[in-house]
């Protein structure tokens, strides 16, 4: 119904910057949000960021919050992440996520349609 593809991941020194793109397709009309999480190996999938599509309105986990923004770009129906200032610690495998339905935003569970996932890795 609805596809998700991220890109953009990479390997950086700590400090460093780097942005990532999720491009959505298929059934994305009407309104739904838009999420990105994180997965380091070994631990649970962890909430950073959310972006409601209509609104625009976001909020972002405590541990990015200052260093990351998420935003979109409605023509290309595409969402991004800008992350600064990365840290070892952000080392994870990077999702996009979506749902049209409500919930708790910070919850893998409350979204249907997720992305392949994108690697970051920040160098010490």
């Known amino acids: 119904q609805v596809q998700l593809v991220e890109s953009g991941g990479g390997l950086v020194q700590a400090g460093g910057s780097l942005r990532l793109s999720c491009a959505a397709s298929?059934?994305?009309?009407?309104?739904?949000?838009m999420a990105w999480f994180r997965q380091a190996p070994e631990k649970e999938r962890e909430f950073v960021a959310i972006?409601?599509?209509?609104?625009?309105?976001?909020h972002y986990a405590d541990s990015v919050k200052g260093r990351f923004t998420i935003s979109r770009d409605n023509a290309k129906n595409t969402v991004y992440l800008h992350m600064n200032s990365l840290k070892p610690e952000d080392t994870a495998a990077y999702y996009c996520?979506?749902?049209?339905?409500?919930?708790?935003?910070?919850?893998?569970?409350?979204?249907?349609?997720w992305g392949q996932g994108t690697q970051v890795t920040v160098s010490s």
């Open positions: 996520a979506a749902t049209y339905t409500s919930g708790i935003y910070y919850s893998p569970s409350s979204y249907n349609y």
């Open positions: 298929g059934r994305t009309v009407g309104t739904y949000t």
């Open positions: 972006i409601w599509w209509s609104s625009g309105g976001t």
